[in-house]
């Protein structure tokens, strides 16, 4: 089932976030990226994602999980994730 409408993308693929996670990816294609905020810090006035648990997972109905890992920081995570799942959708 693929939802219509519109999603803020980030480098030519989907990212949208509910809560504490953000999927990132075409359903579609093969795999796609899943993080979870597993903890959050203050800067200033403002709370910003801290730990960030990265997953490369199958869109096969398994959600079977090709590639883990852990980063501090949204941005480290959402740019090692998107170098996991090119690479994992290349193959």
């Not at 509910?18 to 093969?30: F, L």
């Not at 996991?84 to 193959?91: F, G, I, K, T, V």
């Amino acid at each position: 089932m693929t939802l219509e409408g519109k999603y803020l993308m980030y480098k030519g693929k989907p990212l949208v976030r509910e809560k504490n996670v953000i999927i990132y990816g075409d359903m579609r294609e093969k795999y796609y990226l899943f993080l979870m905020i597993l903890s959050s810090k203050k800067v200033g006035e403002i709370e910003t994602p801290d730990k960030i648990l990265i997953q490369i997972l199958s869109t096969d109905g398994k959600q079977t999980i090709i590639k883990q890992g852990e980063k501090s920081g949204l941005y480290d995570a959402l740019d090692i994730g998107s170098i996991w799942l090119e690479r994992a959708l290349s193959n």
